[in-house]
Structures are given as C-alpha cells and as structure tokens.
C-alpha cells in the first residue's frame, strides 16, 4: 500500500508555469512507474506524464516539450514541472504510483488556466 498527497495546483495565466509534487507515503526507490493523469470537465482521465524506477520517461503528446516529470527517491517525492501552460492543460491533475500490478492515487489538485 501507499497513500499519494499531490500539491502545487492553482490558478495560472496563459504562459505561465507550476510545479506539482506527489508526496509518498513511503519509499518509492522500488515503486515501478509513477507519474500523472489528468481529467478535465466532461472528458476521460489521460495520461500527462510517467516515471520508472530507472528514470525512463513518458509523455503525452500534448506536453512534450513543455513539461518535466523527475522524481527524488531521497524525498519520496515526484514533481511536475509545467510550462508554458495551455487553457487546455486546465484539468484536475492525479499523481499515480504502479506497483505489483495495483495501482495507487492521490486524492488529485485542480490547475487553472484562464486569464
């Protein structure tokens, strides 16, 4: 089991960046994959960004280039550098941890685009 706490959501203008970070409630070192969905208004949870264990990334096409997803094993942590956001990047974003074939989220954090 582990338990996700997401932070780093809010309100942005067009343009403008946010980090989020994913707090794991215990070591992630051997978690397989981690990273970040998203779900907006009326529309199915995709995938923004994922992380292996080995560094090996993954995004969606919609934010290649303008978004970074690391992780520090030493704080338990992933983050979500976002940049140059996107009135479509406005969603509600879930942090997800892949381990043994279960699958864990956090409780999600709203990012805002809008001017």
């Known amino acids: 089991q582990v338990q996700l706490v997401e932070s780093g959501g809010g309100l942005v203008q067009p343009g403008g960046s946010l980090r989020l970070s994913c707090v794991a409630s215990?070591?992630?070192?051997?978690?397989?994959?981690m990273g970040w969905y998203r779900q907006a208004p009326g529309k199915q949870r995709e995938l923004v960004a994922q992380i292996t264990s080995g560094g090996r990334t993954n995004y969606a096409d919609s934010v290649k280039g303008r978004f970074t997803i690391s992780r520090d094993n030493a704080k338990n942590t992933v983050y979500l550098q976002m940049n140059s956001l996107e009135p479509d990047d406005t969603a509600v974003y879930y942090c997800?941890?892949?381990?043994?074939?279960?699958?864990?989220w956090g409780q999600g954090t709203q990012v805002t685009v809008s001017s």
């Open positions: 997800h941890a892949v381990q043994g074939g279960s699958w864990y």
């Open positions: 215990r070591s992630i070192s051997s978690i397989y994959a």
